[in-house]
């Protein structure tokens, strides 16, 4: 009974520990303050279900970003760079990272081990500065501090600003329109460069979604597709209270009306505004993999639990002599209710500890059901430990409740007699 008990919760304990990693909150202290603003540029024949894309065109980007109406607000985009770096020992890589604006760092509370971000005034400067991130560092300069030191990213000379702390937020939020949001558990890129600069270098984001059979989308050369209704761009604006959020809300909608009044668009305004929170459950983020498990593995330790009130009922009923001569001696049913209870809670412990064994085990094996990607989040804490034993408990006293009720029923006179 014991080493099924530890089976199923165990097997709960798993999946739960991967519905955990998929399912946090990657900036709980700010996730209700940060918000993701869309706009629909593309019209009801291009659009889902009529949701905006998830990502905006460049021109209703740079137009958010100009207008300030927030108290911070970013524009970022997924790209690639070609890393060159001066020692010879070190070839030339291609890297991921990002092209942000400079209140990207402070928004997201991006940790720094080496100097800093950039401001303002190198966003319009349109300034050749990057961000590193300490893996990069580790690889191009031994992890020492490199602020001030150069780097070529596709071919062009950069000052090293900063060198972020390690910073991997799960899942990657800030550019997932432009990264892709079936990547939202890939790792944070390794580059950060002013985003005025990144489109001078003629950068594409990863992801762009470009209606190209209609008339909105001219790809022939750069400015035009610049310009164009492809979007590629992903925004983010922190607002401290919701009444911010609603006049945030009403500038969008008029931001669309005055589009549709100039003729861009033919279509009402159709915008929409979601904090972190909300977009995350909005993405559907969690791996179906997960919640199936997650199904799979309660309904399992359903099971296990139905013979465990079977193998305790039979186990109880065994000692109705023992019963009846300790009521026959005056013991209560109170008593008979805390002893059989007890004995429960102790298997339930005992079954919590093994359980915990095996889902080390079961986490260590979780790559052979999930994504790599997926299965590299999931680890084991001491909540986890602790969790899995009480559970155990939990579970073991529920299912001995009744097999408990039957054991105190017994008669002693009656038990007295047939033995």
Known sequence: MITLLAFGVSACMVSYAVFRATTSDPLPAKSSRLYWPLIDNVGPSYNDQGEPHWSLSYTDAIALWQARKASRQT?????????????????????????????????????????????????ARHATVAVISRHLNEM???????????????????????????????????????????????????????????TDMKKDSKVVFCPTASWQSDTSHWDAYLHSECDRIDAWVELATPADADRYREYLRNYAAEQQRLGRFSWPPNIRLRNLTDTIEYWQVTPRASTLSMLVSASFLLIVLVNVVGLMLARFMRRASEIGIRRALGASRAAIYRQFLIEAATMGCVGGLLGAALTLLGVWGAGGLFEPNVARLVHVDTSLISLTVLVAIAATVISALYPTWRAAQTQPAWQIKIN
């Open 75 to 123: 524009l970022v985009y997924a790209a690639t760079w070609q890393v060159e770096s001066d020692n010879p020992s070190i070839p030339a890589m291609s890297l991921s990272g990002d092209a942000v604006t400079a209140d990207f760092f402070s928004m997201f509370d991006v940790p720094f081990r080496f100097g800093g971000g950039w401001v303002a005034d190198d966003d």
């Open 140 to 198: 191009l300069f031994d992890g020492q501090n490199s602020v001030g030191q150069e780097i070529r990213l596709d071919g062009q000379i950069f000052r090293i600003g900063g060198v972020l702390e390690d910073w991997n937020p799960r899942p990657r939020f800030f550019d997932a329109g432009s990264h892709g949001t079936v990547y939202n558990f890939d790792d944070a890129g390794d580059i950060y460069i002013p985003f005025t600069r990144a």
